[in-house]
């Protein structure tokens, strides 16, 4: 049973560049979620997603970042026009179908580094 | 006032020692709470889920005060293999958002 899966693991960008990282949940799982990791920083919260639909994205900046998971295929998060301070770890969890009340361990992927030059 | 507070460290100790972390959350409202450990550069890991009446898991314990609102984890008998960060993580009822603390580090020496 694969885990969580990222892609790319490594992501070098120029400033004004778009980046999009991938996610492929854990099998069965259809709650997906984006944190990010600054340098020296904990975890921060960014998106919470289940098929087809954007369930809380409170801890998204209001420009540029944007997440989506479609109906078939990954979830995907994507920043345009990225700059310097966009660099940092980004990670996907995913949990179970349970109804959204129920807290799910979540499950994480090995993340995503993205460099800004 | 952040959410979910740890004293980074780092904890040095010698292989056999017992560590013990503590953490503070400011939400009384948060009603889950984890033990995550995060090795260097890699995503963290469920170390254990921390419940009201305390729970232990081999070397590791788990206590949670609602009172005080803080929440701690034991480690006996430290391996090398413990060095890692390990991060304090709390979920409020019916947001499954996770909050996580800065992290604390330990290198456990030989």
């Known amino acids: 049973n694969a885990g969580v899966m990222q892609n790319p693991r490594h992501l070098v960008r120029r400033r004004g560049q778009e980046a999009r990282l991938r996610c492929s949940p854990m099998?069965?799982?259809?709650?997906v979620y984006w944190y990010r990791q600054l340098p020296e920083e904990g975890l921060k919260f960014m998106v919470y997603?289940?098929?087809?639909?954007?369930?809380?994205e409170s801890g998204m900046p209001k420009e540029r970042f944007s997440a989506e998971f479609p109906k078939e295929g990954p979830s995907i998060l994507r920043i345009q026009q990225v700059v310097r301070g966009d660099s940092a770890a980004y990670f996907c969890?995913?949990?179970?179908?349970?109804?959204?009340?129920?807290?799910?361990?979540?499950?994480f992927g090995p993340g995503t580094r993205l460099l800004v030059l | 006032r952040k959410e979910v507070e740890q004293d980074p460290g780092p904890f040095n100790v010698p292989e056999g020692a017992t560590v013990a972390f503590n953490c503070t959350y400011s939400?009384?409202?948060?009603?889950?709470f984890f033990w995550y450990r995060q090795d260097c550069r890699k995503e963290p890991k469920l170390l254990m889920s921390?419940?009201?009446s305390g729970n232990e898991d081999g070397r590791f314990t788990a206590q949670l005060n609602r009172a005080s609102q803080y929440i701690s984890l034991l480690i006996r008998d430290s391996k090398l293999s413990d060095s890692a960060t390990y991060l304090c993580v709390v979920n409020n009822t019916g947001f499954q958002k996770l909050v996580f603390g800065t992290g604390t580090r330990l290198l456990v020496s030989p």
């Open positions: 099998k069965g799982h259809s709650h």
């Open positions: 997603l289940q098929k087809e639909n954007i369930i809380d």
């Open positions: 939400n009384s409202a948060s009603q889950s």
């Open positions: 921390v419940y009201s």
């Open positions: 969890a995913s949990s179970g179908s349970k109804a959204a009340a129920v807290q799910e361990t979540q499950y």
